[in-house]
């Protein structure tokens, strides 16, 4: 039977005098654990002796989905890995079909996937800095990053219809154009992200109870970084100039000069200065894309001689088709920007892989006899058989999608290499020996993302 | 270096170790034989031009019902590797067969081989030998089967969540 030691202290405690380490649990439900995530760890006193890190409670057989339909399924469940910046996921996962299939995508696709990546990127790193600072009581800069992400969400709504389950990327282009007025809605937005951002560096960049609980904390050398495959903000924080966006140029990082931001000590501290200035430099990225975005303005012209699009079918069915593929229909607001000039600026000229316009599925017996290629089952997108291994910078780090074909229309496998899998992996590493107090803000840097963690 | 030049030399210091060597897709692989496995991997790192530094990630394929691969061995565990000195990527990739799945394990090169093969194990039950701590890491231990083989069906349920009603 336990003795009243034990019943106050917890296991272990019992055995009267001294002291004995204490074994406490930290999560799953947890409301610092960002998700669900069981940190099991052995006290002296205040000091963590030992931890172990349990993961897998959002476990969601994500890979195995993916081998159950076809290529194009897999994008809806993409958007759930890093759900805080699930562009990325997107467009990284249809790179790798694309790098399968060996097609080019255009030069305007190329610019809208470094645009929207960018303010995903800077989503992310507001949130991670934003509850990583509330972690440590300073809860207006979690309101401010809040709003300033709300900014950049509307942003991402304007484009996708959504703020997070947005599934805006497609194998060999994206859903649609961006939308009318697109580049002042991102000049406004970054205007206030910018503001926040200086306000958040006059708030806590210097003081000295933020100091005091970030820097020298959660530290990891060079070395150890790269030995625990930790990539992203945390690997750059260590020193090391690795960026996928300079070292492997993907999409069309090659043609906009940006810097790397870097830190020197590898602790909470430069993470955190890290995660700030690579905001900025996203901003920088995509003010640039925007202002070098190929392909004409982003403003759509939606006038001319537009006919409904059942009078555009009627047609087609009486074979009055002559000059048909010219005309132009009107669209529902929710199809914006996919009509037909948008579609073959934003895809790429593949109809292997590409859905035809409305327009033509409707008018064109060509048209028709694409999309249902395309839809039915056991014909869709069939990559030949190989393998293609595809990674992007996420926010996180390396993100990487590594997919098996068999030459069918479903993938035979699909793996993704999680960013946040290392630096979680590596948490034992960076709070043994520390105070308890300190996992907190460790914890906060490593940025876990649930939903790419356990997949 | 450059996919053909690393691939050129696995082969020149590694010797038929090196079952075969492709290019797909600007992804060089380098098919090693299990025994072979863990020299292949200890060159990698610590060869001065090779300088792989960086595990990104293994993973492994269950080719059960890959068209053409019935017969041959059922498992493939991937490994990528990346050098941050150099910039350069590769990717080695080891047959296993379904009788005898177990493959030498690369926790005594990099700390992170540690989740990534228990993740491995978890999910295609590959044994990783020498591994110090080879527990399930997304699956709880009560968990039966190992969810990414090919023989696993999709809607299987688990006695410890029970039967569908």
């Known amino acids: 039977m336990a003795d009243a030691r034990e019943l106050f202290l917890g296991e272990g405690a019992e055995g009267g005098a001294g002291s004995k380490h204490l074994h406490v649990n930290m999560g799953?439900?947890?409301?610092?654990?960002?998700?669900?995530?069981?940190?099991?760890?052995?006290?002296?006193?205040?000091?963590?002796?030992?931890?172990?890190?349990?993961?897998?409670?959002?476990?969601?057989?994500?890979?195995?989905?993916?081998?159950?339909?076809?290529?194009?399924?897999?994008?809806?469940?993409?958007?759930?890995?890093?759900?805080?910046?699930?562009?990325?996921?997107?467009?990284?996962?249809?790179?790798?079909?694309?790098?399968?299939?060996?097609?080019?995508?255009?030069?305007?696709?190329?610019?809208?996937?470094?645009?929207?990546?960018?303010?995903?990127?800077?989503?992310?790193?507001?949130?991670?800095?934003?509850?990583?600072?509330?972690e440590l009581g300073a809860f207006t800069v979690f309101l401010y990053m809040i709003k300033a992400r709300e900014f950049l969400w509307e942003l991402v709504e304007d484009v996708t219809g959504a703020r997070l389950t947005i599934s805006y990327g497609r194998v060999g282009g994206v859903k649609a154009d961006l939308p009318a007025g697109f580049d002042l809605k991102v000049k406004k937005a970054f205007a206030e992200t910018r503001q926040v951002l200086e306000e958040v560096h006059t708030l806590i960049t210097g003081n000295r109870i933020f100091m005091d609980r970030m820097v020298g904390v959660g530290a990891l050398s060079k070395e150890d970084t790269i030995a625990w495959g930790i990539t992203g903000p945390l690997l750059r924080a260590a020193g090391v100039p690795f960026d996928l966006r300079k070292t492997q140029p993907y999409w069309a990082y090659d043609r906009i000069p940006f810097a790397i931001a870097l830190g020197k000590n590898g602790d909470n501290f430069d993470r955190y200065l890290v995660r700030m200035a690579e905001m900025e430099q996203s901003m920088r990225i995509a003010e640039q894309a925007l202002d070098g975005l190929p392909g004409g303005a982003i403003q759509v012209d939606w006038e001319g001689k537009a006919i409904p699009p059942d009078a555009y079918v009627d047609l087609g069915k009486q074979g009055k088709t002559e000059g048909l593929l010219l005309m132009p229909i009107t669209l529902s607001p929710n199809l914006q920007g996919q009509d037909r000039s948008a579609h073959d600026r934003v895809n790429a000229h593949d109809k292997r892989v590409i859905l035809p316009t409305k327009a033509d599925a409707y008018g064109s017996i060509e048209g028709l006899m694409n999309h249902f290629m395309l839809v039915m089952e056991g014909y869709g997108i069939r990559p030949p058989a190989g393998e293609a291994y595809f990674p992007v910078e996420g926010a996180n780090g390396e993100l990487g999608f590594y997919v098996v074909s068999d030459g069918s229309d479903r993938p035979y496998r699909v793996h993704c290499r999680p960013p946040c899998l290392p630096p979680v992996a590596a948490l034992p590493k960076m709070i043994e020996g520390e105070m308890v107090a300190d996992i907190i803000p460790t914890f906060g840097s490593v940025n876990m993302i649930g939903g790419e963690l356990d997949r | 270096?450059?996919?053909?030049?690393?691939?050129?030399?696995?082969?020149?210091?590694?010797?038929?170790?090196?079952?075969?060597?492709?290019?797909?897709?600007?992804?060089?692989?380098?098919?090693?034989?299990?025994?072979?496995?863990?020299?292949?991997?200890?060159?990698?790192?610590?060869?001065?031009?090779?300088?792989?530094?960086?595990?990104?990630?293994?993973?492994?394929?269950?080719?059960?019902?890959?068209?053409?691969?019935?017969?041959?061995?059922?498992?493939?565990?991937?490994?990528?590797?990346?050098?941050?000195?150099?910039?350069?990527?590769?990717?080695?990739?080891?047959?296993?067969?379904?009788?005898?799945?177990?493959?030498?394990?690369?926790?005594?090169?990099?700390?992170?081989?540690?989740?990534?093969?228990?993740?491995?194990?978890?999910?295609f039950g590959i044994r990783f030998d020498g591994h110090p701590d080879l527990r399930r890491l997304l699956m709880y231990e009560e968990f039966e089967g190992h969810p990414l083989r090919k023989d696993y069906p999709i809607n299987r349920r688990q006695p410890l969540i029970g039967p569908k009603v």
């Open chain 2, 1 to 123: 270096m450059d996919g053909p030049a690393i691939l050129a030399r696995l082969r020149e210091r590694l010797g038929d170790r090196v079952l075969a060597t492709h290019e797909y897709r600007g992804d060089h692989t380098a098919v090693v034989s299990r025994e072979g496995l863990l020299a292949a991997l200890t060159l990698c790192r610590n060869d001065a031009a090779l300088g792989f530094d960086l595990l990104v990630d293994v993973t492994a394929v269950d080719y059960l019902r890959f068209p053409g691969r019935e017969d041959g061995p059922r498992f493939e565990v991937v490994y990528h590797l990346y050098s941050v000195a150099n910039g350069h990527r590769v990717r080695l990739k080891t047959p296993v067969e379904q009788d005898d799945p177990v493959v030498p394990t690369a926790c005594g090169l990099w700390p992170i081989a540690n989740w990534l093969e228990r993740e491995v194990w978890d999910m």
């Open chain 1, 28 to 134: 799953p439900a947890h409301p610092a654990m960002h998700g669900i995530v069981r940190i099991f760890a052995e006290l002296d006193g205040e000091t963590v002796v030992k931890t172990d890190v349990e993961i897998g409670y959002l476990h969601r057989a994500f890979e195995k989905d993916c081998e159950a339909g076809p290529y194009n399924n897999a994008i809806p469940y993409t958007d759930r890995l890093n759900y805080v910046s699930p562009l990325i996921n997107n467009f990284g996962y249809s790179s790798a079909i694309e790098k399968l299939l060996g097609i080019e995508i255009t030069e305007r696709c190329k610019y809208i996937r470094v645009i929207m990546s960018e303010i995903s990127r800077i989503c992310d790193h507001l949130t991670c800095v934003g509850a990583g600072a509330m």
